[in-house]
C-alpha cells in the first residue's frame, strides 16, 4: 500500500510559567490510503496530534518530528503559506467543536463556497450548486435554507455536518476527523461514516479518524492506535481490538458497557505511572 502520511516521533510540547507541559511525547505511526482509527481517553493527545498534522496549533506550541511527510512533502520545512495551500485542499480537518470553528458571521453557504473558491476557479452558480449536494450527501434536509443561515442558527448536530460538508468538498487525500460524529444521533452517525468510508474506498482518500467509541473505531477503521499520556501504547488491526494486550487497552475494553448485562460496581481504569513512561 502507498504511505500517504508518515509520522516519527512526533513531539508537541507547550511551555508555561509552572514548566513544559507535554501534549504528544513521541508518536510514531504510517498512513495509507485505509482508515485509522486514534482512540485514548481525555486528554491523552490525541486531537494535538492531529492538529500538528495539519499545522494548527497555536504560535506558542513547539512542535518536532524525526519525520513529518504527507505525500513526499516535508510538512515541518516548508513555509507558512505552502502549508495554508494544502489545509482544505489536499489535507482536511474535522475540528471537535464545530461551534467554535464555524465563522459566527458568515452564512453557511458562504464557508463552504468559499473553500471551493479558494482552491479551484469555478463560477459562484457551480459553487453553489456543489454546496448545496454537498449538504445534502451529509443528510441535511433542506440545503436551500441551511445554506443561507449563520452557524448559531443551526442545531450542534447539524453544525458538526456542516464542518464535514466543508471538509469533504474539495476532496481532500487526507482527512483528520476529530470526534467527527460525537453531537450526531446514531442514524445520522452512520451516514455520514459511510459517507466518509466512501470517499476512501472510491477515491483513495485517507482518514485518521478520533474517537471514544471503542466499539465504533473496531467496526469502521482498518487498524487502530491507543494512545495515553501523549503516547501510543499499543497499534492493532481493528478487527483484533478485543485481543489488544496492554492494560490500559484491556481496561478501556473492559469499561463498554454490555447491552442485558448488569454491571455493580461498574468497572474503572485503575492508571499505573508506568504506562506512561
Ligand atoms: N494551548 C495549550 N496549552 C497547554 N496545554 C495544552 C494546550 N492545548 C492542549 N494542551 C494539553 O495537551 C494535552 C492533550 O490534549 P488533547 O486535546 O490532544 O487531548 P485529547 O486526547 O484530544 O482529549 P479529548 O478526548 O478530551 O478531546 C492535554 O493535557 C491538554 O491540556
Ligand atoms: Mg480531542
Request: aromatic share 4%; proline share 5%; hydrophobic share 40%.
Amino acid at each position: 500500500m502507498t504511505t500517504l502520511l508518515t509520522v516519527d516521533n512526533l513531539r508537541v510540547r507547550y511551555p508555561t510559567r509552572t514548566g513544559v507541559i507535554e501534549a504528544v511525547r513521541g508518536v510514531s505511526f504510517t498512513l495509507g490510503r485505509e482508515r485509522l482509527g486514534i482512540v485514548g481517553e481525555s486528554g491523552s493527545g490525541k486531537s494535538q496530534t492531529g492538529r500538528a498534522i495539519m499545522g494548527l496549533t497555536p504560535p506558542h506550541a513547539l512542535v518536532s518530528a524525526d519525520t513529518l511527510n504527507f505525500s513526499g512533502i516535508d510538512l515541518l520545512s516548508i513555509s507558512a503559506k505552502q502549508r495554508r495551500s494544502l489545509r482544505g485542499k489536499r489535507i482536511a480537518m474535522v475540528l471537535q467543536d464545530p461551534k467554535y470553528s464555524l465563522d459566527p458571521v458568515m452564512t453557511i453557504g458562504k464557508q463552504i463556497t468559499e473553500t471551493l473558491r479558494t482552491h479551484e476557479t469555478i463560477s459562484k452558480g457551480e459553487a453553489r450548486d456543489r454546496a448545496l449536494a454537498m449538504l445534502e450527501a451529509v443528510q441535511i434536509r433542506d440545503p436551500g435554507r441551511v445554506y443561507d443561515l449563520h452557524p448559531h442558527e443551526v442545531s450542534g448536530g447539524m453544525g458538526q455536518r456542516v464542518m464535514i460538508a466543508m471538509m469533504l468538498i474539495a476532496g481532500p487525500e487526507l482527512l483528520i476527523a476529530d470526534e467527527p460524529t460525537s453531537a450526531l444521533d446514531v442514524t445520522v452517525q452512520l451516514d455520514v461514516l459511510k459517507i466518509m468510508d466512501k470517499l476512501v474506498s472510491e477515491r483513495g482518500m485517507g482518514l485518521i479518524f478520533v474517537s471514544h467509541d471503542l466499539r465504533l473505531v473496531s467496526s469502521f477503521c482498518d487498524r487502530v492506535l491507543v494512545m495515553y499520556a501523549g503516547k501510543v501504547v499499543e497499534e492493532l488491526k481493528a478487527s483484533e481490538l478485543t485481543n489488544a494486550q496492554h492494560p490500559y487497552t484491556r481496561g478501556l475494553l473492559n469499561c463498554m458497557p454490555v447491552i442485558g448485562e448488569s454491571r455493580h460496581p461498574l468497572p474503572v481504569l485503575d492508571r499505573k505511572p508506568e504506562w506512561a513512561a
